[in-house]
């Protein structure tokens, strides 16, 4: 925090004074400490110092994950109090999201309530990658944690060394049948991701573990998070079209207020996603996903977004990936898709 240089008056009574100052004696504070603590409480205002660090920072990481650190060594009864509110005055909006991403994904690991400054944070209209590389894009976009792509930041996780896990909430915040797909997926070695799109959802499947930066290998069939729902189906006595109905009820059905917007675990992710996110990886992933359902989606996502032309949708398509790193048929494709 800065140096104080302003004033702040209040009246109390004479009686209210001479408490103050006994409690301030007692605390071994001066006047304007103590009363300046009971209100700021430190967690409070070591969560303004370090938001203003990164604002200020030359080396914004570094300061995100001494930011991040901190969050996670915090306990769930101090953790609302000190993130009641964020100092944005004259923050970027790229700072901004940092921020609300990092304190979001710190309230998932600790289950705990999101504060409601967080949802007043508009999102990026543009991605922003955290490594300058275009090559490592596709990288980033399949690891970076749901609370910073849902603001469209795609970055490298941080790992704080200490506190609990900002990545895998208590067991209670999972449905049954997510945790047992999340187990089948690993079992098969796939990382699905499935997006809420105007009320559509999406599936985008990942080969987990991928060392390789070719896009093309990053991408595994949409079929086997299919078949692995239905493996799933079968062994719990789940409806056999519980995926689609499960995802929907999880993020705009619950009938009790939910700790964060989203699901990240191992292997599954369910959230609302940036549609041009979701077209990107469509497109990118034309090689693998080559069905029926593929197509659909892509359709419905060219409508939803109102692109009418291969140059609109490529164009879309570019903020993410380069043309190299797409299908070589991609834009022959697009076509037919949209004629």
Not at 17 to 22: D, G, P
Not at 76 to 97: G, I, K, R, S
Not at 274 to 303: C, F, N, Q, S
Request: aromatic fraction near 8%.
């Amino acid at each position: 925090m800065g140096a104080k240089t302003s004033q702040l008056q209040i009246r109390v009574t004479s009686a209210q004074k001479a408490a103050l100052k006994r409690l301030a004696q007692q605390a071994g504070r001066s006047l304007s400490d103590f009363v300046l603590s009971s209100v700021l409480p430190s967690h409070r205002l070591e969560f303004h110092r370090r938001v203003a660090a990164v604002a200020d920072a030359l080396d914004r990481r570094a300061a995100l994950i001494q930011l991040e650190s901190f969050l996670s060594v915090l306990s769930p009864d101090d953790f609302p109090t000190a993130v009641a509110d964020a100092p944005f005055d004259e923050v970027t909006p790229l700072v901004q999201n940092h921020v609300a991403a990092s304190v979001e994904r710190a309230a998932y690991g600790l289950g705990a309530a999101v504060p409601p400054w967080v949802a007043t944070v508009p999102t990026l209209d543009r991605p922003y990658f955290g490594w300058e590389l275009r090559s490592l894009r596709p990288h980033l976009m399949r690891v970076s944690p749901v609370a910073f792509k849902r603001r469209h930041i795609f970055v490298a996780p941080t790992a704080p060394s200490e506190g609990p896990s900002a990545t895998t909430p208590g067991e209670e915040h999972v449905p049954e049948t997510f945790r047992a797909l999340n187990a089948e997926l690993a079992r098969r070695g796939v990382e699905v991701e499935l997006c809420l799109v105007g009320g559509a959802v999406m599936v985008v499947a990942f080969n987990a573990n991928a060392q390789t930066r070719r896009v093309r290998a990053l991408f595994a069939s949409s079929a086997r998070c299919v078949d692995a729902a239905a493996t799933v189906a079968a062994r719990l006595g789940a409806a056999p079209d519980w995926l689609n109905a499960s995802v929907r009820q999880f993020l705009v059905g619950r009938s009790q207020p939910a700790t964060a917007p989203y699901l990240d675990t191992t292997h599954l992710k369910v959230y609302e996603a940036r549609p041009e996110y979701v077209l990107a990886m469509k497109v990118a992933a034309l090689d693998v996903d080559r069905g029926p359902d593929a197509t659909a989606d892509i359709r419905y996502l060219l409508r939803f977004l109102d692109l009418a032309t291969v140059e609109d949708t490529t164009g879309t398509v570019g903020l993410y990936f380069r043309d190299r790193q797409l299908p070589e048929d991609a834009a022959g494709r697009l076509g037919e898709i949209l004629a």
